[in-house]
């Protein structure tokens, strides 16, 4: 890459993300459920007060702005809005928009995600995604998000990555709902796609012009053994069925999963064709497919061939893959935001570098002429980690869990360095980041 090529442009925009249920607090929905019902990896663990941010957002915005961001990405809990069905709170309407109005008063642009992952508990005993209506109470709830967003020049995701629900929660039942059927898992899938539209009618109804994408979970996927024909047919299927399915649907109104034996489905979505103005991209690794002779037939590893290391929570660090993915979502001729890229690292030491690696696959991306416009951390704080519980340390900042108390990690320094100085630096030279490296290959 030449030099100039190692520079963000003044118009990138540097930011953080968050999900509301992971870190606001007393948060009562369906995780919460599930968590009394001891599914979670430790069966005791609980979200509870989360790291508290539905009171500590003040101090939380300050720390983004302390790291350079300019970005906030925060999303909006279904089941603080509607508790119950019909029934909306007001307290909770305009706590949502005071914190927004004070984050846009900071310099702060919001990234307004209306569903990352959780519903009301009322939600699937009555309208699961897999029946028609869903679309009618996903309709109400935006209705009501809509003035929220009102003089904001906020960017909207409608859904965050809708695949890892409907795998999770209604393929395989780990997660809730807990379903596990292929054919709801196809009806939710159309479901979804349709309720991103309404989400585009409402919010367009109220605001006029909007800026709506979705955060689409992308893997740069690999056959586990590279000679064995089987996977790599795996590999040509799941590829375009996992990370393209929701990408392609919202482009061209083509709703198509092929996966025989697992889960098909090819409809036309009336009203999803060109109905992302940004295609949203969470990145953070790659996964090894390996052919199984039995249903579902599909198991996938992660690996570490390179010698990188995998991250505290066993993933792969595979930044090409990143810029493999960044390049296939060229072809739907919007402009990118990256939503979510980061590392679970519990010490802290090897963020610097895993975030240098990433974003320079941005800068190269971006070389290769896709319009990649923000980078949004994942996550400005430690949180609470799904199923994973208060395990993984996502975080720039280290939340003490105990006290809540928040400390800069080494990455803090490193990326308000490289999104306020606008070069990719290498983290050694940036002072306090240095010391902080781990040796050998990580
Ligand atoms: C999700 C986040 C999650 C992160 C790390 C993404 O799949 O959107 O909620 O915390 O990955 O696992």
């Avoid at 990145?283 to 039995?294: C, E, G, N, V, W």
């Avoid at 980078?375 to 006290?403: A, I, K, M």
Wanted: hydrophobic share 40%; aromatic share 12%; with cysteine.
């Amino acid at each position: 890459m030449s030099s100039t090529a190692l520079t963000f442009p003044a118009s990138f925009t540097f930011g953080v993300a968050t999900s509301a249920y992971q870190v606001e607090g007393g948060i009562e929905n369906d995780w919460a459920e599930w968590e009394r019902q001891g599914k979670l990896k430790e069966p005791h663990a609980r979200c509870g007060l989360a790291v508290d941010h539905w009171r500590r957002y003040a101090e939380d915005y300050a720390l983004a702005k302390a790291v350079g961001a300019t970005a906030f990405r925060l999303s909006l809990e279904w089941a603080r809005i509607e508790p119950e069905r019909g029934r909306f709170d007001g307290a909770a309407l305009e706590g949502y928009r005071e914190r927004l109005l004070k984050m846009r008063a900071q310099g702060l642009r919001p990234v307004v995600t209306l569903h990352h992952f959780t519903h009301p508990t009322w939600f699937h005993a009555s309208t699961p995604w897999h029946l028609p209506e869903s679309l009618e109470a996903f309709r109400q709830y935006v209705r009501r998000c809509a003035p929220l967003l009102e003089g904001l020049d906020a960017l909207v995701i409608s859904f965050n990555e809708p695949m890892v629900l409907l795998l999770g929660g209604y393929l395989q039942g780990l997660m809730p709902p807990g379903i596990a059927d292929g054919a709801k898992t196809m009806a939710a899938l159309g479901n979804m796609v349709r309720a991103h539209v309404i989400a585009r009618e409402e919010l367009g109804q109220h605001l006029g012009r909007v800026e709506l994408g979705i955060s689409q979970n992308m893997l740069a996927f690999t056959p586990d053994r590279w000679w064995h024909p089987l996977d790599r047919s795996l590999v040509r299927l799941a590829a375009p069925a996992y990370n393209h399915a929701f990408h392609e649907a919202l482009s061209s109104g083509h709703l198509r999963v092929f996966m025989p034996g697992v889960a098909s489905t090819d409809v036309r979505i009336e009203g999803a064709r060109d109905s992302v103005e940004f295609v949203g991209v969470n990145y953070y690794t790659r996964a090894h497919l390996r052919f199984m002779p039995r249903p579902p037939f599909i198991d996938f590893k992660y690996r570490d061939p390179d010698g990188r290391g995998l991250t505290d929570i066993g993933w792969e660090q595979r930044p090409e893959g990143f810029l493999q993915l960044l390049q296939e979502v060229k072809r739907y001729g919007k402009p990118v935001w990256v939503t979510e890229n980061g590392i679970d690292d519990r010490k802290g030491t090897v963020r610097p570098e895993y975030l240098h690696a990433h974003l320079r696959q941005v800068l190269a991306a971006r070389e290769a002429g896709v319009d990649v416009q923000g980078y949004l951390y994942w996550s400005l704080l430690d949180n609470f980690e799904w199923l994973e519980g208060w395990g993984p340390r996502f975080g720039l900042y280290h939340v003490d869990f105990d006290t809540l108390e928040r400390r800069p990690t080494p990455a803090c320094d490193y990326f308000r360095e490289v999104a306020t100085g606008r070069v990719l630096v290498p983290p050694a030279s940036v002072a306090g980041v240095a010391s902080a490296q781990p040796s050998a290959a990580r």
